[in-house]
């Protein structure tokens, strides 16, 4: 697979916060003249949110499924100087520098469960992509996907990876699998696991995943808080999905039996 270019814009308009999402991201209009949902550095889970939203999505578009490009955006600091409101105020404060900015999908709707249209191989894929992501936000409650244009669009995988807040057990979710998946909110539909697992296999080479891992800014990568060094990040994260392709056997019997 060629390697993925992610674009880098400058932020050029702070248009409207989305006041549905907790970490308060942002519509904006960009340099390049699109608009983008912002997602922000200085919000609640800081960096670590941006790179799984990152990792998750290019694995998702990697995979065959529909994702707003992503792209980085530079936000400097006049923004908070004119912003009234102290909350946002204080958001672009923290949030000067490199952010992560997904194409805005205009008069795109919330999937619905009740009522929106996702055929099985691509429920089945999702489903997938989250076992391997370790995400525990795509459920009713919170479902994350979009309806475009007809079609079933992948945003907001910021609640992924979470192994990565705590580095001193990472290593303890590497024989972990995801038991989570009985509350995913595509699992009824997801009656396509075993082809859908080997169309990720044959997707997900080691070239690819590596590709993806070494695009995350290595500014996000650095945090006082943290004791692992940017390239043993990397590698973790790395680690993690092998593991996580290796057992995808036992991935889709879990979804299977919850299903």
């Not at 990152?54 to 530079?74: D, M, S």
């Not at 795509?138 to 192994?163: H, M, P, Q």
């Not at 060094?229 to 999905?241: F, G, N, S, V, W």
């Amino acid at each position: 697979m060629s390697d993925i270019d992610i674009r880098t814009a400058d932020v050029i308009k702070y248009i409207t916060p989305l006041r549905e999402g907790g970490s308060l991201p942002a519509i904006i209009e960009a340099s390049d003249d699109f608009l983008y949902v912002l997602k922000f550095r200085g919000a609640g889970q800081g960096t670590k949110a941006l790179i799984a939203e990152f990792i998750g999505g290019e694995l998702a578009r990697a995979i065959g499924l529909k994702v707003p490009e992503l792209v980085f955006l530079n936000l400097d600091d006049s923004f908070s100087k004119t912003e009234p409101d102290e909350e946002i105020q204080d958001l672009l404060k923290f949030s000067v520098g490199l952010n992560l900015g997904l194409h805005y999908l205009s008069s795109s709707i919330t999937f619905d469960p009740l009522v929106s249209v996702a055929d099985a191989m691509t429920s089945s894929k999702i489903v997938l992509l989250d076992s391997i992501i370790s995400n525990i936000d795509r459920t009713v409650k919170n479902t994350n996907l979009l309806n475009w244009n007809n079609e079933l669009w992948v945003i907001d995988n910021g609640a992924s990876f979470y192994f990565h807040h705590n580095w001193s057990t990472w290593k303890n979710h590497l024989t972990r699998t995801f038991p989570l998946i009985k509350d995913h909110v595509l699992l009824e539909r997801a009656s396509q696991l075993n082809e859908a697992s080997q169309q990720i296999i044959a997707t997900l080479d080691q070239n690819t995943i590596e590709d993806i891992i070494y695009k995350i800014p290595e500014d996000w990568l650095i945090n006082e808080s943290d004791s692992f060094t940017p390239d043993q990040m990397r590698k973790a994260y790395i680690e993690y999905l092998n593991s996580r392709l290796s057992k995808i056997d036992t991935l889709v019997k879990e979804a299977e039996d919850a299903r």
